[in-house]
């Protein structure tokens, strides 16, 4: 079955820290793999993608991930944290044509101490 | 400027009454998705539209329902028939089923 596993629930950080949220999803075929963040109370924003090609991909906002085959894992990091970055992360896999069907890991909330 | 709206933003109805929830879309897509979000959960797909007057299923449809009449509109209605409506409830749309989703702000509806 198709599933999406962010392990952690919560995590907290201090301003100027690096960040590393987990991402590891089950795939029969080729994943397209997708972080998302969303503010309290807002709608989600697309932060980042990987359909194929650089494992390493760029996202939006100084974020980047990894797709790493062998782990099933796609993680997000961001060298330096800023208070700005405090809200939900979403991880998801997507199915033929990339956004279809989307499912969805159950969310990482992030904190940020100054 | 080109978005997606859902209103009411909070929304309280008594248990056993149908309520439907507005998303709008002025973006011309083609494709309209509803998701319902549950503390602790990711997003859970509950029905989307490829095109107008076209509607399928997603995970957890029972209790819903929707209509696609216009391009432009996706309503979803709550019905008296679904356990446990109270939820964050997010609409999205995007040019077809194969490019990215843009999201609406969202509906939270609380049955009391």
């Known amino acids: 079955a198709q599933s999406v596993t962010q392990p952690d629930i919560h995590i907290t950080v201090s301003e100027g820290a690096s960040l590393e949220l987990r991402c590891n999803y089950s795939y029969g075929a080729t994943p397209y793999l997708f972080w998302y963040v969303q503010s309290p109370g807002q709608g989600l924003q697309l932060l980042l993608k990987y359909f194929s090609g650089d494992t390493l991909v760029q996202g939006i906002k100084g974020f980047e991930a990894e797709f790493k085959r062998s782990q099933s894992s796609f993680n997000l990091r961001k060298p330096s944290v800023h208070w700005s970055d405090a809200a939900e992360y979403f991880c998801?896999?997507?199915?033929?044509?990339?956004?279809?069907?989307?499912?969805f890991g159950a969310g990482t909330r992030l904190a940020v101490h100054p | 400027d080109g978005g997606i709206t859902q209103s009411p933003k909070y929304l309280f109805r008594k248990e056993g009454q149908n309520v439907t929830l507005s998303c709008e879309q002025n973006l011309n897509h083609d494709a309209m998705y509803w998701y319902r979000q549950d503390p602790g959960q990711g997003l859970r797909l509950i029905y989307y539209s490829q095109i107008v007057n076209d509607f399928q299923k997603g995970d957890i449809a029972e209790g819903y329902s929707v209509s696609r009449e216009k391009k432009e509109s996706f309503p979803l209605t709550v019905t008296s028939a679904q356990k446990n409506p109270t939820a964050f409830y997010l609409c999205a749309s995007s040019i077809d089923s194969d490019n990215e989703q843009f999201f609406g702000p969202g509906t939270r509806l609380t049955v009391l």
């Open positions: 998801a896999v997507g199915g033929a044509g990339g956004y279809n069907k989307l499912i």
